[in-house]
């Protein structure tokens, strides 16, 4: 069973920076495709970035030069560090690990996301005021 906890969301002005980690237990790198979603109310939830063995770093367009993911294998922490922050990265932010699908991370980056194949966390605010 893959648990994941989230922490160092927080409130912002716009383009400032925050980091978020995602302490993560009870699964095993080469299997798994983790990273980060959003949802913001009203709006579905959406991939951010993932880090997946076979797939290497990957990113929604809406964020690539700005946000960048990041793993500690001794640490078993997954961080998203977020830089030059808009008020439309306002979100919940969720870190989550799906299997992966035949070597690749298309089930974390698959729309909409179905929330069942994957593990999630409790999500963690990130808020950016203009």
């Known amino acids: 069973q893959v648990r994941l906890v989230e922490s160092g969301g927080g409130s912002v002005q716009s383009g400032g920076s925050l980091r978020l980690s995602c302490a993560v237990s009870?699964?095993?790198?080469?299997?798994?495709?983790i990273g980060w979603f959003r949802q913001a109310p009203g709006k579905e939830r959406e991939g951010v970035a993932s880090i997946g063995r076979g797939s290497g770093k990957m990113y929604d367009d809406s964020v690539k030069g700005r946000f960048a993911i990041s793993e500690d294998n001794e640490e078993n922490t997954v961080d998203l560090q977020m830089n030059n922050l808009k008020p439309e990265d306002t979100a919940m932010y969720y870190c989550?690990?799906?299997?992966?699908?035949?070597?690749?991370?298309?089930?974390?980056?698959?729309?909409?996301?179905?929330?069942?194949?994957?593990?999630w966390g409790q999500g963690t605010q990130v808020t950016v005021s203009s």
């Open positions: 989550a690990a799906f299997p992966l699908y035949m070597g690749t991370c298309m089930h974390f980056w698959r729309r909409p996301v179905f929330l069942g194949d994957g593990d």
């Open positions: 009870g699964y095993t790198s080469t299997y798994y495709c």
